[in-house]
């Protein structure tokens, strides 16, 4: 199974990074490779998880309060936003079209 990370959820990436290294040096790391071993694991596990939204496949992040929405197309999971659930429903439908 290939995943294709699009430039919208490296953005949201990015964000995540920043965020959480301006509350503390080196924290900003550790969200990466837990969100990009999050990530990973679909390789494994694409498809089990509840459509959440239209197409949208909604993975929980495992350490911290994201999710990962993503579609599958035979071989190829697109990973299509990464954000925090504390988010308004009505913007997270409107970050996601």
Avoid: N
Wanted: glycine share 6%; with cysteine.
């Amino acid at each position: 199974m290939r995943i294709e990370i699009l430039d919208k959820a490296e953005g949201d990436l990015v964000d995540g990074f920043r965020f959480y290294e301006s509350h503390e040096a080196g924290l900003g790391a550790y969200f990466l490779d837990s969100l990009y071993s999050d990530i990973d694991s679909l390789a494994v596990y694409a498809g089990i998880h509840r459509v959440a939204y239209r197409q949208y496949h909604r993975l929980l992040s495992r350490r911290f309060p994201l999710a990962v929405f993503y579609t599958l197309d035979s071989d190829l999971v697109r990973v299509h936003a990464v954000v925090d659930c504390r988010r308004d429903p009505t913007w997270i439908r409107r970050h996601l079209r």
